[in-house]
């Protein structure tokens, strides 16, 4: 696929369709080098290089546009290297449409141990073979950039929650300085690169941030370290809070959330991207997500229903096979109850946002979110 000119594919790669008069939500669509991608929406994560237990096919078949693959993850395995050497990213992952890219910042926090943390990066212990690795902002795109992914990400530092004031300052003046840094050493053309945001839930930082990041100029936008304790009331009002000070002309991205509530929430407040584990993690873990709650399949109500997962979902799971039979899959150990459950899930993902961009475009996005915030439904 031929990619346009640097200035001129980056001077048009995010416009607005429609917004809601009565919040900050908007219908858009996000123009890559593998093609469009209708907004808001939703990326299926592919850890290592691929959506665990589905294949590019079915994952398509969803309705996914654009996927996330991890930096961090690919970065000890198979290494860059290899990934250069087997045609790309998109050819690794059999995936011709957009892929995103993370800077590997979050996994380095949350996964490695961390021995070492100073203005230059990081050093820690891989979690695979415990072997010493350095990644800072000028590595961690030098690899994305190798990877090639449409879409990739600043190095940050993401804090956990709580987590002491200082800590929270430290972290956000790393984040802006390492943003600069990331600016200066991407060097692939067609390839957006997007400066991350951060500040806990203490909303003097995230503007301190914002103002900084969006001073050093990206192709988009992300709200990063939420979704990491801090309670949906505080995500709320901090989304809120930072979302309004990004531009309204690029894409803005809250990183790692992904209960619908969360987004619905979100997507109120001006937020086009999201991504997360959960339809898939929770998929293998036998939770199926449905627009009347959620449905665990391993409890002994489902024993001998005949209901498909969702009635209305067109899913490839929902068209074939029974809660009874799905039951029985994840009972005996059956890896098929897994697959069905994560697509049932990615597709239940993909309705929702095909129903938040259908809510704005006709403007009652606000009515119909009020309305689906104040649903409380259990889990059966």
Not at 56 to 82: C, F, K, S, W
Request: with cysteine; aromatic share 8%.
């Amino acid at each position: 696929m031929a990619v346009p000119e640097r200035d001129e594919f980056h001077m048009r790669h995010f416009e607005t369709i429609a917004t809601d008069s009565c919040c900050g939500a908007r219908r858009g669509v996000l123009h890559t080098a593998h093609g469009p991608v209708q907004t808001p929406a939703f990326m299926p994560v592919g850890t290592a290089g691929t959506i665990k237990g589905v294949t590019p096919d079915q994952i398509e078949a969803t309705g996914t546009e654009i996927i996330l693959a991890n930096t961090y993850h690919l970065m000890l395995r198979p290494g860059v290297e290899v990934v250069e050497r087997l045609g790309g990213l998109h050819h690794f992952m059999a995936w011709n449409r957009p892929i995103l890219t993370d800077s590997g910042g979050y996994q380095v926090f949350s996964l490695g141990e961390l021995t070492r943390i100073d203005d230059d990066g990081v050093e820690f212990a891989s979690h695979v073979d415990g072997a010493r690795v350095h990644l800072n902002a000028e590595t961690a795109t030098d690899i994305q950039n190798r990877l090639g992914a449409d879409v990739i990400m600043c190095f940050d530092e993401c804090t956990p929650f709580p987590a002491q004031p200082e800590h929270v300052r430290k972290a956000v003046d790393r984040t802006i300085a390492w943003a600069r840094r990331c600016k200066q050493a991407h060097a692939r053309d067609g390839q957006l690169l997007f400066g991350i945001v951060q500040g806990g839930i203490d909303l003097a930082l995230r503007s301190r941030c914002a103002e900084e990041i969006v001073r050093t100029g990206f192709d988009g936008y992300a709200i990063g370290g939420l979704s990491v304790g801090e309670g949906h009331e505080h995500m709320v009002r901090t989304v809120e809070h930072t979302a309004a000070l990004l531009p309204a002309d690029h894409p803005r991205y809250l990183m790692g959330v992904g209960m619908p509530a969360d987004i619905i929430a979100a997507v109120r407040a001006g937020v086009d991207m999201f991504d997360c584990v959960l339809p898939t993690r929770n998929g293998r873990n036998a939770f199926a997500f449905t627009r009347q709650g959620a449905l665990r399949f391993r409890n002994s109500v489902h024993i001998d229903s005949g209901e498909p997962i969702e009635a209305d979902c067109d899913c490839y799971a929902c068209r074939h096979f029974t809660r009874g039979a799905i039951r029985h899959f994840f009972n005996c150990g059956e890896m098929l109850g897994p697959i069905l459950l994560s697509l049932h899930n990615l597709r239940f993902y993909q309705r929702l946002m095909s129903e938040i961009r259908r809510q704005i475009e006709e403007g009652g996005f606000e009515r119909w979110a009020a309305a689906e915030l104040a649903r409380g439904e259990g889990v059966r």
